[in-house]
Nanobody
Framework: QVQLVESGGGLVQTGGSLRLSCAASGGTFSSYAMGWFRQAPGKEREFVAAITWSGGNTYYADSVKWRFTIFRDNAKNTVYLQMNSLKPEDTAVYYC????????????????????WGQGTQVTVSS
């Protein structure tokens, strides 16, 4: 059974940076596409970024493009989300997710392709 554990959240001022980590265990991490999603209070969960199993392709929401970077280290079974130039609207609980089955690449931004989710880590950006 695959388990995901996020870390690295916290409180940061506008313009600051954070790096989130998501450590996977119990599966074949190197074969999974991985994604980051977030959910702000009163809002639906939304896609943030995703990366293919090899790390060769990455995908971003328009709201975070050029500010956030997703990358992975398959030797460490870990996926990261480097967040720069943070804004108050980035405040949310951030979740990492693993796609355990194959799917059409066009669906990589959709939560439904991800079968395994972490517990989330809070990111708060103060103005």
């Amino acid at each position: 059974q695959v388990q995901l554990v996020e870390s690295g959240g916290g409180l940061v001022q506008t313009g600051g940076s954070l790096r989130l980590s998501c450590a996977a265990s119990g599966g074949t991490f190197s074969s999974y596409a991985m994604g980051w999603f977030r959910q702000a209070p009163g809002k639906e969960r939304e896609f943030v970024a995703a990366i293919t199993w090899s790390g060769g392709n990455t995908y971003y929401a328009d709201s975070v493009k050029w500010r956030f970077t997703i990358f992975r280290d398959n030797a460490k079974n870990t996926v990261y989300l480097q967040m720069n130039s943070l804004k108050p609207e980035d405040t949310a609980v951030y979740y990492c997710a693993a796609a355990l089955s194959s799917f059409a690449t066009s669906a990589i931004r959709q939560a439904l392709v991800y079968e395994c989710w972490g517990q989330g880590t809070q990111v708060t950006v103060s103005s």
